[in-house]
């Protein structure tokens, strides 16, 4: 009160307490704002109130929202601030070793936080890449059982090659001079695999593209990202509510979808059935499907969990089997699109691995140079291009940034790809020789790709094999060409790295492609002449 009646003696004549209070109000608002700038980097200046908004909602509304914030890395530097509406902060980084502080070394500061919590609710609920704490650890701690070396050999290996075959013969059908979308096609791979994988549900999703489920997954989480550029939203996050499902066509039918998937299992557990959609649970036991594990561990400690849990458990993993494995791989093949010799080299390993056979286990793990061209093109459009966190508290990063606590942080993987300081002068360029060539991998800071610290991901193994044994299973009979010039292929706005465009492509025949090429290696085209002919039935 002394610093009350202080203003009040110098106040002019006719100025009330109300003005008094709404100018302490005014400058306690300015030195918080004041006290939570980020110090120690640029800034990016945007719009006075509504900050980097209108630019970033205008390069997603042209899907070049990655580029966008790439540009500022280059003007900027590795490290630097922009303004969110009403003076926020969010400060993004591609400097590894602030990437390691972050994910590692202070990770109890950096949780997903409110913010996300509520964008994200409708969609993942409280599951695993929406929780922090304990329950995200608990969820962590039973997952992570999924991914034995045991379960691989006997059941994952088994549904991913399945279905490999699969999507290799839709290739093999497509009429000459027809395009197919291959992102697609990824999509419903990926898609097939983790339902069976996960929860002994066949989807279908290979044999009847038309499902309504798989655009409501994309039209979903198109809504999510648009909640970034929604003032409602972030208000909403800003008071601590909001999170009450948005019923809307897309998050009802996957609601539902995921409920039914939940009950089937729980009933089929219940009556010790011998099959469910035509999956044998002698081969799906509780040990074995993402749900069984939860329910075994629930039955043991005499907990009884909710559908609305095993709802939220089953969408995360669908979202994360189907999603940024799908994309990964379509980017991929477009790269191979684009650059032949790298094409003709893999086929070349594959044929030289296997023979006139098809791949096995054991050949999967020993295809250096499949690996090396999945690892580059994840370099160039990692699925998450990035990933934002929270600050609890008042922070100091290794390269001397400052950021206060509530400050919104993100490590901008996209942007570390293309970084010339971390991959040298050729870091735009798709080279996947450079990994057969460095004498020790990266670490998962200057690589983040798949996360790090504690929160790496864990099906990290899962998604490499997946991705290895389709490009082993479809290259040495087939090759596309894309239908469309490279540069219409468009990347998605969305939270992961999609294709707006789709990947429309040409299949031809691997062994005209070959011949195609004067510099491809012959011996490729021999090898794979009598596995071509066979796999054409």
């Known amino acids: 009160m002394a610093e009350v009646r202080a203003l009040w003696i110098v106040l002019p004549k006719g100025w009330s307490l109300a003005a008094v209070a709404a100018a302490a109000a005014l400058l306690k608002l300015l030195w918080k704002r004041w006290r939570a700038f980020p110090r120690g980097m640029p800034t990016h200046k945007g719009h006075w109130l509504l900050g980097v908004l209108p630019g970033f909602a205008q390069a997603a509304q042209n899907k070049e929202q990655n580029d966008f914030l790439h540009r500022i890395h280059q003007r900027l530097g590795q490290t630097y601030n922009i303004t969110a509406p009403l003076g926020h902060n969010c400060v993004v980084t591609t400097n590894p070793k602030n990437v390691e502080h972050i994910l590692l070394h202070n990770f109890k500061n950096y949780p997903k936080g409110p913010i996300m919590r509520i964008i994200f609710h409708d969609l993942l609920g409280e599951g ?9 650890l608990h969820q962590r701690k039973i997952t992570s059982q999924m991914f034995t070396a045991k379960l691989f050999k006997e059941h994952i290996w088994g549904v991913v090659r399945q279905n490999a075959k699969k999507t290799r013969n839709i290739l093999q059908a497509v009429e000459h001079g027809k395009s197919l979308d291959v992102f697609n096609l990824m999509n419903r791979f990926t898609l097939d695999t983790i339902g069976e994988i996960g929860f002994g549900k066949c989807i279908g999703s290979l044999e009847d593209p038309s499902s309504p489920f798989l655009k409501s997954f994309d039209a979903a989480q198109q809504v999510t990202f648009e909640r970034w550029f929604s003032l409602k939203y972030f208000a909403q996050a800003q008071l601590g509510f909001g999170h009450q499902r948005k019923k809307n066509e897309h998050f009802a039918r996957l609601d539902q979808y995921s409920r039914n998937v939940v009950q089937e299992l729980q009933t089929s557990m219940a009556r010790d059935s011998t099959k469910a959609n035509g999956v044998a649970f002698a081969d799906l036991e509780a040990g074995k499907s993402f749900l069984g594990l939860f329910l075994e561990d629930a039955r043991k400690k005499g907990q009884t969990l909710s559908e609305d849990f095993l709802r939220d458990l089953v969408l995360n993993f669908l979202i994360a089997g189907r999603d940024t494995t799908a994309q990964a791989l379509s980017w991929t093949f477009y790269c191979l699109a684009t650059h032949p010799e790298v094409e003709a080299k893999a086929r070349q390993e594959v044929c ?3 023979g006139a056979e098809e791949p096995s286990y054991e050949d999967i793990k020993h295809m250096p140079f499949l690996n090396a061209i999945l690892s580059e093109a994840l370099r160039l459009y990692p699925s998450v291009p990035i990933d934002v966190k929270l600050t ?13 606590a509530q400050t919104l942080v993100g490590y901008n993987m996209y942007a570390m790809g293309r970084d010339p300081a971390i991959w040298g002068e050729d870091a735009g360029s798709f080279r996947p020789e450079r990994w057969m060539e460095m004498k020790e991998v990266p670490s998962n800071y200057h690589y983040a790709v798949f996360n790090a610290g504690p929160r790496e991901c864990l099906g ?12 082993a299973m479809i290259l040495p009979s087939v090759s596309l060409k894309l239908a469309v010039p490279a540069e219409d292929i468009k990347q998605e706005a ?5 294709m707006s465009s789709g990947l429309p492509c040409f ?4 062994a005209k492609r070959e011949a195609a090429h004067s510099d491809a290696t012959v011996a490729s085209t021999a090898a794979c002449s009598d596995w071509t002919a066979s796999t054409s039935d």
Do not use: Y
């Open 392 to 404: 609890e508290a008042d922070d100091v990063w290794p390269d001397g940034s400052r950021v206060a």
């Open 494 to 498: 969305q939270l992961t790295i999609g």
């Open 507 to 510: 299949v031809e025949c691997a």
């Open 128 to 136: 695993i890449f929406n929780s922090d704490g304990q329950e995200w």
């Open 352 to 354: 030289e691995r296997c």
């Open 460 to 471: 990290k193994r899962l998604a490499m094999i997946e991705m290895k044994t389709c490009l």
